[in-house]
């Protein structure tokens, strides 16, 4: 198996397992590698970037939080690894059209 791959899929079981607190920084330093060598490694690999990556993962935890679950939108948008809740609401909804609210509606 190619290296580079095997790094890949390491980074993004850590990524993964980590979503919920994760910094480029802290990656970086995990990893030890330069951020030029990381996000190319990223690029080449997963045919997009590390944030795109990064909240791929949180939109998929947030939606399965909010159609499996009745916590509150607030406790969802931190378990998803969001601190800011206006944030977080503009993320959903540019991902799926739909505010957290709208879209917990629609999936009950």
Not at 33 to 60: G, N, P, S, W
């Amino acid at each position: 198996m190619d290296s580079r791959k095997e790094l890949f899929e390491q980074i993004v079981l850590y990524i993964d397992k980590n979503y919920m607190d994760i910094s480029r920084k802290k990656l970086l330093d995990t990893f030890h590698y330069h951020k030029d060598f990381f996000y190319e490694l990223f690029r080449e690999q997963a045919d997009m970037t590390y944030v795109q990556y990064l909240q791929k993962v949180r939109m998929e935890k947030a939606r399965a939080l909010l159609s499996g679950s009745s916590k509150s939108i607030q406790e969802i948008c931190r378990e998803s690894g969001y601190r800011n809740i206006t944030w977080f609401y503009k993320v959903f909804r540019q991902e799926y059209g739909l505010t957290p609210r709208q879209y917990r509606a629609k999936a009950k």
